[in-house]
């Protein structure tokens, strides 16, 4: 068996964990309770023996075609055969603070025209399929039970036995209804009532309502509004209610290069997404998400400062520490990319850049959110004092290498920026401080920043003291006012990274790579596509200094146009974009989505400014 393209899927969500769907009819990834529990099904990583439960035609001539019902996370998929045409709705209904959560994943399936015969076929496999389940069929569907989970999926027709799955075969006339309802069940439940078709019909409607009341709250108006709500919604359905973290992705190990090893588990919140988080749901008008996850940031802030550790650089989702990494070698891998790893080592590297990130969202909050604590401010001058004490060490960086440790520009920067913005904050709040030490410590990284992450060389700022090798991290500086977007140094910085690979910079078809590979080994064999984050931060840069450069705001649109076309079809990005642009990496992702609020809000406004298009 196949994998489907990575980019042939959508996803429904209920605040706790997500499926994803694909143009098909196949839910291929799944974790039940939450984004972080091990999968239920998982053919993505295993086509074979890692789970699905597939909804389709019979009629293997049938088309399909998928949409999200509009301004809402509910996913729509047609079929269209030669003897008629179906709908089948995914959704996840939105349980009510408080109330037990029982997960359940609703598919309604309607023929709208003709006659079509389906064939419908569930198989879980539990644990990322390394523990056994029992079947058990009953009068309403069947039961899934292993040891430390179970599933029940209610049928409105009869379910008959496939080894440790089920499967059935029906026709639906025009105007008529099929409803699956899989839910988590205790050890000793039944798999519970199906939905009658009024039932199913509400629960939509419900479902429906609750999205467009969510968006609605949105508050911006500008240019490319579909796509900025696209992303919004991606971003809630990331989120993990009972927290307010939201996680990088919601798969893991989903391959930067077909084949390759740079698979990771994103199913965690890392503290870089912090200050893009805060930023974009402010942006959007979104207070109560913003807030939310403040919260939670002010609870791991607390916890280090008790603990007297620095911060890590990600978090379970629930706030837990230890993140150990563990290969499952009984997993083919996507598209034969192995190794296929559960948890993230990466969680014990040292990266300094998470200091300016955090005191940015805190900084951000306090402006455009609410007033912080003395509490908080308390957790958040013991990080200055210590990026204090330690900003010249090396670390591991951004890209979390497994090279090796290295002085790298962007953790100085943001070094300089944890210390900048705790500065603002004292001032504005008058919150005590050593302020004589952060004021010298502030300046000694912004002059050891153009003395040694300059190249007079290359005429631009690089990857690490020492090295002659752009990153596409550097574009941030404008962004986060460590130089002006027009300072000569940033704009040689720009021209450099616009040329292409082949002249030495990062540009390829308007579409960013992170760094070069050939010239900056990081420890892992093969290549990689392009990184969206990456071409977002080159239109922000190109928009900051396009104020003063009519051509330089006109390319940044250009840019952003263009990558908007490297959405799927249902405006959803993966980490990266490959050779033939296809989608690569764990998806959908946050750090993408989030970079694309910002970077339309941004020039949006830019672009108003100007009165252009």
């Not at 959560?101 to 064939?119: C, K």
């Not at 955090?358 to 200055?384: E, Q």
Request: hydrophobic content about 40%; overall charge negative.
């Amino acid at each position: 068996m196949q994998n489907q393209p990575i980019e042939d899927y959508g996803i429904i969500g209920d605040l706790h964990t997500v499926a994803l769907v694909g143009i098909n009819g196949s839910i291929d990834w799944m974790c039940v309770p939450r984004f972080d529990s091990p999968s239920v099904f998982g053919a993505l990583l295993d086509a074979a023996r890692g789970g699905a439960y597939q909804i389709c035609p019979e009629d293997r001539e049938a088309t399909h075609k998928q949409l999200y019902w509009p301004e809402t996370n509910v996913l729509i998929t047609r079929f269209l055969s030669p003897h008629g045409a179906a709908e089948l709705a995914d959704f996840m209904p939105i349980a009510d603070s408080g109330e037990a959560h029982s997960h359940q994943l609703i598919r309604r399936l309607t023929v709208l025209r003709g006659t079509v015969s389906f064939v419908m076929r569930c198989r879980p496999a539990f644990d990322y399929g390394r523990t056994p389940h029992e079947t058990e069929l009953t009068a309403k569907g069947v039961v899934f039970r292993s040891e430390d989970l179970s599933l029940g999926l209610a049928a409105g027709m009869e379910l008959q036995a496939d080894g440790d799955g089920v499967w059935s075969r029906f026709t639906l006339e025009q105007g008529h209804s099929a409803v699956f309802v899989l839910r988590q069940i205790g050890p000793e439940e039944g798999c519970g009532v199906c939905l009658s078709e009024e039932a199913a019909e509400r629960q939509f409607r419900e479902t429906v309502r609750y999205w467009r009341r969510w968006l609605s709250s949105c508050t911006y108006s500008g240019r490319w509004r579909e796509s900025v709500h696209r992303s919004a919604l991606a971003l809630k359905l990331l989120t993990y209610a009972p927290t307010g973290a939201i996680v990088a992705a919601p798969t893991t190990s989903l391959p930067e290069a077909l084949g390759g090893e740079r698979n990771w588990d994103y199913r965690y919140t890392w503290i870089r997404d912090s200050a893009f988080t805060v930023y974009a749901f402010l942006r959007l008008g979104f207070t109560d998400e913003a807030e939310h996850f403040m919260g939670f940031l002010s609870q791991l802030c607390t916890e280090a400062r008790h603990h007297g550790s620095p911060l890590q650089i990600m978090y379970g989702i629930d706030g837990r520490r230890d993140l150990p990494e563990e290969v499952l070698d009984h997993v083919e891998g996507y598209a034969g990319s192995r190794p296929v790893r559960v948890g993230n080592a990466a969680y014990t590297q040292l990266q300094l850049d998470i200091y300016g990130e955090l005191l940015d969202a805190v900084y951000l909050f306090n402006k455009h959110g609410a007033p912080i604590s003395y509490d908080l401010w308390r957790s958040i001058r013991s990080f200055v004092d210590w990026v204090c004490a330690n900003w010249h060490r090396p670390d591991e960086g951004i890209w979390e290498m497994r090279s090796g440790q290295q002085h790298f520009v962007y953790s100085r920067l943001m070094c300089w920026v944890a210390i900048d913005r705790g500065l603002r904050l004292a001032e504005k709040r008058s919150f005590p401080c050593d302020r004589q030490r952060w004021l010298a410590e502030r300046d000694r990284i912004y002059e050891d920043i153009l003395t040694h992450g300059w190249s007079e060389e290359r005429q631009a700022f690089v990857q690490a003291y020492g090295s002659q090798t752009l990153d596409a991290s550097n574009l941030i500086m404008p962004l986060v006012f460590f130089t002006s977007p027009t300072d000569p140094r940033m704009l040689k910085t720009l021209d450099a990274t616009l040329k292409p690979p082949e002249e030495g910079g990062l540009v390829a078809n308007s579409l960013v790579h992170r760094y070069n590979l050939e010239e900056s080994p990081d420890g892992l064999d093969g290549e990689e596509g392009t990184f969206n984050i990456c071409t977002f931060w080159l239109v922000e840069a190109l928009t900051r200094a396009g104020r003063f450069d009519p051509e330089r705001l006109e390319e940044a649109r250009l840019i952003f146009e263009r990558m908007l076309g490297f959405a799927n079809h249902v405006g959803l990005y993966a980490e990266e974009t490959g050779a033939r642009g296809e989608a690569l990496g764990n998806f959908p992702q946050a750090f993408t989505h989030l970079a694309l609020i910002s970077s339309a809000f941004n020039l949006d406004r830019a672009l108003s400014r100007g009165h252009t298009g």
